[in-house]
């Protein structure tokens, strides 16, 4: 699909980066990276749009390093090429002259010279046909949610030649169904939009609804059986990237799965998960044009193979690094899938809670990898593999170390692409890909 704003942006870009690079001093080194949209996003709420808008905007960022000193900067690109070598132009050459008075620091990393495109625009997707078909589709029930179409790039490179383009275009619709105090959430989301797909999924959800006018279930704090479904799978996992998975937290001494790290204890041989580039949810290169494996696995049949390594931590650590972000985190996590059939979960299950979701996610005691959360939205009780109504909200508090330990009694066939949903100042790229999992024992605490 050609954008006519895309394409713009991406050759002011390139322009304003070259004049960088052609007027850094002799030995001084520069990075520039791109961050742009093209984006509708359209509000729902009791089935009906409420706000319609477009938003267009990029922006760049600028990197010097120069005799063991630094200076950064961004801007917003506006397409126009001449305006935009202004706003390079003029902060440059000033903090140039003014060199000798910045503050020296550890900033000598070098990036080998290479280059890469990815492209995941599929189709062109016709914005008015799929509001009008969401709009058709919800209007028998109370439907509130927030719906994407649209480009996203993201962009590196630097005067030692490294240049790196990424693109992809996903439509989501994160969206939740209301029966007056109940609730169900939903996240369709597509590189090339389905509307019989959005139909199944919102069949589903709709089911779920129902379920919630069943009599509320009051269970006791205690230790039950549970289904995970792969939205509170996602809300676990996400976990990981506060520190349990980072070279440099592990380091430093507060890595929540340093036991897991130093062969004290192991996971499930039926949990491995990956970081997977290949889902084309967020670029395979880092902010400095660094490109990391396409797929790296970290926890292998319940072994920890691999922590995430940034250059700067392998410069201050002495280790290898495998080209990490500065984060040191997943950015495209993939979850190995099992054997547990969709149509077996609830007789697998047998007696215990379906869990839909989970949120407030937090460690409650991080050296011991352990993390507290809440229920959300449509979960239930089953007895003998029967949905008997939808539990009071319960709070949980366990370890990793037994919930993907010797807990994890399946793990399902199936997975779900959860696509980063964030839009703080942007559209946010990345996301996972994650199965729902059997739990023989959780523990609620209220």
């Not at 409420?50 to 961004?74: C, D, G, M």
């Not at 019989?196 to 230790?223: A, R, Y």
């Not at 949810?281 to 920890?304: M, S």
């Not at 066939?413 to 199965?435: D, N, W």
């Amino acid at each position: 699909m050609k954008n006519t704003y895309i394409e713009k942006i991406l050759k002011s870009y390139h322009q304003c980066s070259d004049w960088v690079f052609q007027n850094i001093p002799s030995g001084a080194s520069a990075t520039s990276t791109l961050d742009a949209e093209s984006s509708f996003f359209i509000r729902y709420n009791n089935h009906r749009v409420r706000q319609n808008s477009q938003v267009e905007q990029a922006t760049a960022k600028i990197f010097i390093t120069w005799q063991q000193k630094s200076y950064r900067f961004s801007f917003s690109l506006t397409s126009f090429a001449e305006e935009d070598l202004k706003k390079v132009k003029v902060p440059l050459l000033k903090t140039l002259n003014e060199w000798d008075k910045l503050l020296s620091e550890n900033v000598d990393y070098k990036t080998a010279p290479s280059q890469s495109s990815s492209n995941y625009l599929w189709s062109e997707h016709d914005a008015n046909g799929i509001l009008e078909f969401i709009s058709n589709s919800t209007s028998h029930v109370d439907f509130t949610g927030l719906v994407t179409i649209g480009p996203v790039l993201s962009c590196v490179r630097n005067s030692n030649g490294v240049n790196h383009e990424f693109l992809t275009e996903l439509v989501t619709v994160d969206y939740s169904l209301y029966d007056g105090p109940r609730a169900v959430k939903g996240l369709y989301s597509a590189r090339d939009w389905n509307g019989e797909d959005f139909i199944q999924q919102l069949q589903q959800s709709q089911t779920s609804l129902e379920m919630m006018k069943k009599p509320k279930v009051e269970l006791n704090p205690g230790n039950y059986r549970v289904y995970l479904g792969p939205g509170a799978v996602s809300e676990m996992a996400q976990m990981l990237n506060w520190g349990a998975v980072s070279q440099r937290s592990y380091r430093l001494g507060r890595n929540p799965l340093k036991r897991l790290i130093e062969k004290e204890t192991q996971l499930s041989p039926k949990l491995s998960v990956s970081e997977d580039f290949s889902l084309g949810l967020g670029p395979q290169f880092n902010g400095l044009g660094e490109k990391a494996p396409g797929q790296l696995p970290v926890i292998k049949n319940g072994q920890l193979i691999n922590l995430f390594t940034s250059t700067k931590s392998a410069v201050e650590f002495n280790v290898d690094s495998n080209l990490a972000d500065e984060d040191e985190g997943f950015r495209s996590m993939s979850i190995d899938t099992g054997v547990l059939k969709r149509d077996s979960i609830l007789t697998a299950l047998d007696t215990g809670i379906f869990i839909s979701n989970l949120h407030y996610l937090n460690w409650s005691n991080p050296m011991e990898a352990r993390i507290t959360g809440m229920t959300r939205y449509a979960c239930f009780w089953v007895e003998k593999g029967q949905i008997q109504g939808p539990i009071a909200d319960l709070r949980f508090d366990d370890t990793l170390f037994d919930l993907w330990g010797d807990e994890l009694e399946s793990v399902t066939e199936f997975a779900e692409l959860e696509p980063q949903t964030t839009t703080y100042f942007q559209r946010h790229l990345g996301g996972k890909r994650v199965p729902g999992m059997l739990i023989k024992k959780m523990k609620f605490t209220l």
